[in-house]
């Protein structure tokens, strides 16, 4: 209920949230819920599944769904890790582990199929990440403004380092994923390409993040598989 799992036969050694930035996609929800579930349980971690959800039709912003996931994630419990997690990818190895890394934010996507398994450029921190409470804190949070899809990636990358942080990958045997509804055809035709940075992130990241989070709530509703929490 809620998306919430403890294990019954032992105490759990990390405590994860999983914060999904999502809007229209039933079909790889769906997905994602059947494949993670036991996936998790299989790892014996205490974990909440959170869905964030935006109203509306205007662009998508999932870096600041993403900061609203963790804001309202951190009133249910004190997380060990924030895992944060494309709808559309579903993990291939049971050994990649979903805690953080104790010293720096981790990169949890390493090897996905649309990528050939590998990493597209060399800063590349989308897909899955997982960073601790206070990582996400010290680099505060991902940033506002970025509506519509691509970019905001590099932007926390390179904030990551900014707050004297590095980023580190789960090795690409572990870290492989496998993209929903992927069309190799396409691909061919249209070679992935990097989206630009369209922000000075140098000068902006002390200014837009968590200090400057605005939304509205709507609701946070319990489901059978997730906890859903709708925002405007």
Known sequence: PGGHYRPPHCFARYKSAILVAYRNQEKYLRHLLYYIHPFLQRQQLSYTIYLIQQVGTGSFNRAKLL????REAMKDEEWDCL???????VPENDYNLYICDEYYPKHMASAMDKFQYTLPY????GGVSAL?????MKMNGFPNTYW????????????????GMKIVRTSPHLGRYRVMDYNEETEIQE??????SRHNTRKTWKADGMNTLQFRLLSRTKHPLYTKITVD
């Open 67 to 70: 900061n609203v996931g963790v």
């Open 122 to 125: 060399k800063s590349f921190f």
């Open 191 to 196: 070679p992935w390409r990097r989206p630009p």
């Open 132 to 136: 601790t409470p206070e990582h996400y």
């Open 83 to 89: 895992v944060l997690h494309d709808v559309d990818l």
């Open 148 to 163: 519509g899809d691509g970019g905001e990636t590099d932007d926390i990358a390179t904030r990551i380092h900014l707050a």
